[in-house]
């Protein structure tokens, strides 16, 4: 068969058994390929996407917008756009005229775009670095490895703090970087004319743009590392909880960690040596300068007792964690030290507000020499440096505490340590509470004012408002037992109250940082708002104050002002008095018209006062029985007053048209007149009675019409036969 020449070969008859499978499965393959191919590109919202294209402005015509595609565009595509930018303005640049404005603003237009290229290199430079290079996560490790492993954790959360205020100020920058853009916008629209002038405003524009881009770019990085921070961080800290869920006791560890006791006790005692002989030791010299630099090493070295208390501190938790850990351990105690924490803090905030009285010395003695001035800051440095580093401590105790609190419910159960975990509780809210109240809301005279001010001065005003009704309260209490009058004990509160709410008002203004001694220019600033827009009310105070010292009016009192007021004068305060009238109606009275107009004050000196109740009777009446009546009625009144001076009488006025009219003058104690009630009320409803139960008759008008000649002007008969 293979050497007959009369049969076709193999491949040319398609005789391989294996070739149909392969190629089969080929052909499959590629239909299928291009099938999908085919189908992709007929789906809705697939299309190909668009070729990235650079935008290069016009230079002698600047659109404000052209750059406004970068903050989307990639990495890459930001960098073929920089590129096609540099070989554009090298190309610009060469036609330039040669004018100094214009060259140098072309030689800061360079700058710009190289900035943009730094930034970048200080990016990829960034990458290179690694994360937490010397952090180890060992397996059973033990409180010193642990501890080391928490170090690097706390240092790169600051460093990522430091990233996010980096942040925010870029945040800052780039509104800032914006806000120039809209100038030079109206800039280069406002020049026109000299052609030097639109070429310079425009560069500007262009310059301006070019900086916004470098402050986008340097966003945009440190965005990416403090995402990568906060993911290497969170990395870290699930490994560091994993350390602390396996610690293992150690007994080097533990003799490790009593050296350094040892060590810090030790320098403990020095540093509290070294300050109590500096403290005892007697300056002679008058010098000012020898004086501040005594006080600011007293500042140092209690400022290291403290930072070495708080370390011999973190290294007592270490050791009772360790100490816990032991299984042949029994009965350890976990070790608390709240008033530790407490007194740092006190001793940081006593030590700022020094450094600020210290500064202000130095600022007033040293004006113009630069070199002392900068001797002078360096102390202040080290100061506020040892400052910051209590507070990092203070922030690395109260962590410890609370791995020690966790690492002793582990192993002693959470029964042993309920008073532990209250405490800390309570200290966790303590310090969320001192971070919210030493939040800085505003400043005044160069002194911050936080939350913890406000709260101390509501407190202060609220004390002084409280110290006051109290006081009122005791007055009252001594009216109520007779032992004092009313109205004496009602002007002696009200002085007191006034003279508590100002002694308030003063210590409150202290507490904001304002300075006494400028006490005369808020005083004269007072003045001068008194003279246009608070003089009524002023004027109203300094009433409310002449009645009560002078006394013309009381509490109690029944007056009748010009205007026709007529009441009980319930209160007087700061801007006008309360009378209430006979109908129960509260009207309050500005207190200008108690002094400057006409008042008649019926309880002044003596309450009694004489009235005029006047009453007529028919003519015919007895003018004894009706005198007689009218003195029986009065006696029945219970606000009659009589005596051997003052005698209730009747008078007979005149004789009327229709009676004889009398008047019953009568002497009343107003005190003990009703608010409510009108004395002629009284006295005219006892008069009916007794008139009535006397049979004296009361007139009505009346008349008496008498005719003694009329005649019609028309005759009677001839109106009857009028017809109808």
């Known amino acids: 068969m293979v050497g007959d020449p009369g049969t ?7 005789a391989n058994p294996f070739l149909p499978a392969w190629v089969a499965v080929l052909s499959l393959a590629l239909l299928f390929s291009l099938f999908s191919c085919q189908a992709l590109a007929q789906l809705p919202g697939t299309k190909k996407p668009e070729e990235f294209s650079p935008v290069i402005p016009e230079f002698d015509n600047l659109s404000p917008d052209w750059w406004t595609p970068w903050p989307d565009a990639t990495h890459d595509q930001r960098e073929e756009w920089l590129k096609a930018l540099e070989e ?8 330039l005229p040669d004018s100094e404005p214009v060259q140098e603003l072309a030689k800061s237009i360079g700058t710009a775009l190289d900035d943009i290229e730094s930034t970048w290199a200080r990016n990829r430079e960034y990458a290179k670095t690694p994360f937490l290079p010397d952090i180890k996560y060992p397996q059973d490790p033990n409180v010193l ?7 690097i954790v706390t240092k790169s959360r600051r460093r990522l703090s430091s990233l996010k205020l980096e942040e925010q100020n870029l945040d800052e920058a780039l509104a800032a970087s914006l806000d120039q853009l809209r100038q030079q916008v109206v800039a280069l629209r406002d020049a026109s004319g000299d052609p030097t002038a639109i070429q310079v405003a425009t560069l500007n524009l262009l310059l301006a743009q070019l900086r916004h881009l470098d402050t986008i770019e340097r966003r945009k990085m440190i965005e990416e590392r403090s995402a990568a921070w906060q993911e290497e961080i969170r990395l870290a800290e699930q490994q560091l909880a994993r350390m602390q869920a396996e610690l293992q006791y150690s007994e080097a560890a533990g003799k490790r960690l009593q050296q350094d006791l040892d060590k810090k006790e030790q320098a403990i005692s020095e540093l509290a040596g070294q300050r109590k002989q500096l403290a005892e030791t007697k300056l002679r010299s008058t010098d000012q300068s020898l004086r501040m630099e005594r006080q600011l090493r007293l500042m140092e070295l209690a400022l290291q007792e403290t930072e070495e208390t708080l370390r011999r501190h973190k290294l007592e938790q270490l050791q009772a964690m360790n100490t816990v850990l032991d299984p042949e351990a029994e009965d350890v105690k976990l070790v608390q030290s709240r008033k530790l924490v407490e007194s740092a803090r006190e001793r940081v905030d006593s030590t700022l507000r020094e450094l600020n009285v210290r500064q202000r010395q130095v600022a007033s003695w040293i004006r113009d020499d630069s070199e002392v001035m900068n001797r002078w800051w360096n102390s202040f440095e080290r100061v506020s440096n040892s400052v910051t580093q209590i507070d990092e401590l203070i922030e690395d105790v ?11 419910q582990q192993r002693q159960g959470w029964w042993r340590t309920v008073s532990e975990r209250a405490g800390y509780l309570g200290n966790m809210v303590t310090n969320s509470w001192r971070t919210l109240a030493n939040y800085k809301l505003f400043s005044i005279a160069e002194n911050p004012i936080s939350l913890r001010d406000i709260a101390k001065i509501l407190l202060v005003l609220i004390g002084a408002f409280l110290v006051s009704k109290l006081t009122r309260r005791f007055l009252g209490r001594l009216v109520a037992k007779n032992k004092a009058s009313e109205s004496s004990m009602y002007n002696l509160g009200r002085v007191l109250h006034y003279s508590l709410v100002a002694i308030g008002l003063l210590v409150a203004l202290v507490m904001l940082g304002l300075d006494t001694s400028k006490l005369a220019l808020v005083a004269g600033a007072l003045s001068v708002g008194i003279g246009f827009g608070l003089q009524a009310i002023f004027s109203n105070f300094i009433s409310g104050l002449i009645l009560l010292f002078e006394q013309p009016l009381r509490v109690g009192d029944l007056v009748e002002l010009e205007s026709g007021v007529f009441g009980r004068i319930r209160d007087i305060n700061v801007r006008s008095t309360r009378i209430t009238t006979r109908d129960n109606i509260d009207i309050l009275v500005p207190n200008t018209e108690f002094v400057a107009g006409r008042v008649i004050n019926h309880t002044l000196d003596d309450p009694v006062r004489r009235i005029h109740v006047p009453f007529g009777v028919a003519y015919g009446s007895d003018p004894d029985a009706v005198r007689e009546a009218a003195l029986e009625a009065a006696e029945r009144v219970n606000i009659t007053h009589t005596d051997w001076q003052r005698k209730t009488e009747v008078w007979l006025m005149e004789f009327g ?22 004395p002629y009320a009284l006295y005219n409803l006892e008069l009916l009675r007794e ?3 006397r049979g004296i008759e009361v007139p009505f008008p009346q008349r008496d019409v008498h005719v003694r000649s009329w005649e019609p002007p028309v005759p009677l008969n001839l109106r009857r036969d009028r017809p109808r």
């Open 8 to 14: 076709s070969p193999p491949c040319a008859r398609g």
């Open 88 to 95: 554009a303005w090298q190309e610009r640049r060469e036609k």
């Open 145 to 151: 490895q642990w501890a080391e492993t928490d170090a």
């Open 398 to 408: 109260l962590r410890y505490e609370a791995a020690a609190l966790k690492v002793f």
């Open 657 to 678: 048209d229709n009676a004889l009219n009398f008047k019953l003058v009568v002497w009343v104690n107003s005190n003990m007149v009703s608010p409510l009630g009108d």
């Open 691 to 693: 008139f009535n139960q």
